[in-house]
């Protein structure tokens, strides 16, 4: 499929689940999410919010997801990871019917006036995105408490790779120069404690 480059939504929210095994394995549940909302203010400015949650496993799969369709902003395009299967999970579910739904499908039947934007990257992708704006991602050997704390991290790189990827080189220059002044000004805020 072609795109053509254009302009940045007015607001697209970049979410990340993350999940104690892969989506498509038994017992995977999920252990936190990040949700990096962007909203166009000006020409080339920008208002950012964050929301960081994290879940016991006593916490259903279809609350967190309820909660977290009440905190998409209304009117945003959510911008979310497509799950990569690996070739023998592929052969495996060949021509199968009664496969349950993945997250995706429910955020997506949950906010039916929201327009979904699903990218396949590879972690490797994500963790240089986020590397490349001088963020401190996971990587594939991190632990499971590592990874959830780093769920915004990664948020923020999905939404970095599809600013890159599919707005004007000028605009996404601008947009992740505001976001990397927005960072400077959350990293200098005091600790809530």
Known sequence: MHHHRNNHPPVLAA??????????ERRSIISSLALFTVTITGRREAAFDLLHARFD????RADIISGLCERVPEGAQLLVRQPILPAR???DIAGRRDLPPIDN???????PGTTLLSLTVADEQLNGAG???????????STPLKRN????EQAMALWSVYTQA????????????????????????????
Do not use: N
Request: hydrophobic share 45%; charged share 30%; with cysteine.
């Open 149 to 152: 704390r780093r769920a915004p």
């Open 105 to 111: 499908q429910l955020i997506a039947r949950a906010l």
């Open 166 to 193: 599919f707005c004007r080189k000028p605009e996404a220059r601008a947009l992740i120069a505001s976001f990397q002044a927005w960072r400077v000004l959350e990293r200098s805020k005091p600790l809530p404690f």
């Open 131 to 141: 590397e490349a704006m001088g963020l401190e991602m996971a990587g594939p050997e």
């Open 15 to 24: 979410l990340i689940i993350i999940r104690t095994r892969p989506e498509y």
């Open 57 to 60: 496993p006593t916490d259903t």
């Open 89 to 91: 999970r592929l052969m």
